[in-house]
């Protein structure tokens, strides 16, 4: 039945679970590298987990684990997926004895209540979008390892848990409630930053530099006017990929060509804006756009002499 659940306290649980059977890393010997546990309805993890202490995967997305703990003794473990359970406490991660292998963990869907204390040397994935978090751990220092941050749908107000990560390439953190584009630190691999749908709607006087950043997404933000944008370009030197769709500065253009030639009028190295792949033809209109503004100042200075003269010689008939 799809809603029996299973027992793990039982001995010999586990092992019609294990998968992929193969050689040991040393050479040495063979055993099981996988347990596939997902969807089975279980709530409690048990001791008896030790059955599979030799893996390196272990699934157990979508059943009702509170307390991850007993995987401590899973000390080969490469890869964890404990996506849409109910887990509560981080303590089996917030230790540098557990889990030292660990490269891939994905805990998003679950029901901690803070931003851990992630200490798993190791790490270089880590997921926990979907929890509702606005609280980070007093001892969150980073992770030397992590490249891949995902936190998407929470609560948090700035990106002051942005730190201490080194080798961060990329960094997932729409639906949140981050207000200002400041607050990061000690990241300058990342080459990717995720804001969709935040309320981001004014920079600081001096943002720290992110030497590395390609690509910025910061679409449903509050980007009032082209000089933020401009901004953006001058303090992240790398970007050449910037999407701010459905924010004011792009409703205010009557056309996204017209918009991508305005920002190419300074920025000509850029690839790729609100989605859209730079081409020559929007080369070309760039250039017509500088052109027609060009004209468009000549023909109002003109216009400006000529009303000047005209007032002149008005002013001296009226004299004479």
Known sequence: MADEKLDLKKPGSVQPFLGNFAMSKDGESFHFTELNLANKNIDTLAKTIEEAKEVYYCYLTGNNIAEPSPLKELPNLIHLDLSKNKIKSLTVFQSEENLVNLKYLDLNSNQFKEFGAFKCPKLEYLDVSFNKLEKVNDGWTGLPNLRI?????????????????????????????????????????????????????????????????????????????????????????????????????????????????????????????????????????????????????EEERIAAEEKAKAEEAAAAEQEG
Request: net charge positive; hydrophobic share 40%; charged share 25%.
């Open 149 to 297: 941050l995902k936190s998407v749908d929470n609560k948090f107000k700035n990106m002051n848990f942005i730190k201490g990560m080194p080798k961060l390439e990329e960094c997932y953190l729409a639906n949140n409630n981050i207000a200002s584009l400041e607050g990061y630190s000690d990241i300058p691999s990342l080459k990717k930053l995720h804001l969709r749908r935040n309320k981001i709607a004014k920079f600081p006087e001096e943002m720290a530099e992110l030497p590395a950043l390609e690509f910025l997404n910061l679409r449903s933000n509050q980007i009032e006017n082209m000089e933020m944008v401009l901004k953006l370009f001058a303090t992240f030197t790398a970007l050449n990929d910037l999407n701010v769709i459905n924010t004011p500065v792009e409703l205010s253009f009557s056309s996204m060509n017209v918009f991508l030639a305005q920002l190419m009028q300074t920025q000509p190295k850029v690839k790729r804006f609100c989605k859209v792949e730079v081409s020559d033809a929007h080369r070309l209109e760039a250039v017509f756009l500088g052109k027609y503004k060009f004209n468009k100042r």
